[in-house]
């Protein structure tokens, strides 16, 4: 188990959550309860003083460690700068995958951006994307692109909303191109946004394969919410 060193006073029981929260990436309200054989609300009020410490953030339901939070909320400049071999590596692989000619989605996140970027170098795609990023790689001149309209609900360019799912519903795809936060050893791939989660599965719904693009920080690690089983991808490119 990680060891938490800190200054501020806190219970043994609220170090060994901060412990579990670092080392998982995710701790759940109701696992800590059977954990410690204590009532939720009694955990709930260790959650919000370890928030309110600034040593771990809430969320809906349990709790995630501020340095694995941290690293998922980063500036997008930030966040380009981790892992870009392997991210182009990544990007390489689920480019070869995409047939000339295919209707495609893209999801969000730097990964998604670097795929966008091998794709470009294939021909006649159609692209459909909430990824105002990854949209931007393309040669429209090469490749018809669509960004599927929404609410901006963060730096990294991303759209989400009614709007895009309504959008997204009425396709046909033969790829869904999708990123996530974390994946769990049980096989769960996890995400911390709601609202992403919503239009990632839209996509896969309605995609003929879909393609699971992320690098191996990912792996062993949990969110708030699951997207899909690892078994629901067609295709899972991890370096």
Known sequence: MTNVTIDLPVSERQREILSLAESQGFVTIENLAQRFQVSAQTVRRDIIALDEAGLLQRFHGGAGSNERVETMRLGHAHKKDLSPDAKRRIAERAAALVHDGATLFLDVGTTIEAAAEALNRRKALRIFTNNLRAALRFEPA????????????????SLTGGRVVTALSGLNLDFALIGCSGIEPSGRVMDFDLNKIEVKKTAMRIARTS???????????????EIAARSAFGEVIIE
């Open 211 to 225: 393609l699971l693009l992320a690098d191996a920080s990912k792996l062993g690690r949990s969110a708030l919410a």
């Open 142 to 157: 090469q490749h018809d692109v669509h960004v599927l309209g929404g609410t901006l609900t963060g730096r990294d360019g």
